[in-house]
């Protein structure tokens, strides 16, 4: 092979890695927004508790203190939320679900 053709071909896997990068981007961002939707569409304290959770990595113990509730009940918030979360969100495979994860601080 030729210089000038492994150059060429050096060029189309970086355009392509660069096409797939921004369209995986893109999908990421609408993704977090229709979870931020959802979040949004639940009641005060589930997503207070949700977000402290998740967002601000607080235990239960922590949660339940500062809210002035039981660690139950932070408990219960939690598994309404994500049972919440599965049932809108359907499949979706378990490499999205853990970018989701890291990559959800937009709000």
Do not use: W
Request: charged content about 25%; glycine content about 0%; hydrophobic content about 45%.
């Amino acid at each position: 092979m030729t210089r000038c053709k492994m150059i060429y071909n050096i060029d189309i896997a970086a355009d392509k890695l660069a096409d797939d990068s921004a369209n995986d981007s893109a999908e990421a961002t609408s993704l977090n927004n229709y979870i931020m939707k959802i979040l949004n569409s639940q009641p005060r304290m589930r997503r207070k508790v949700f977000m402290m959770s998740r967002f601000d990595n607080l235990t239960y113990a922590e949660i339940a203190n500062r809210l002035n509730i039981s660690e139950r009940t932070v408990e219960a918030h939690i598994y309404a939320m994500v049972r919440e979360l599965k049932k809108m969100l359907g499949y979706v495979p378990a490499a999205v679900m853990s970018l989701l994860y890291l990559s959800v601080k937009l709000y």
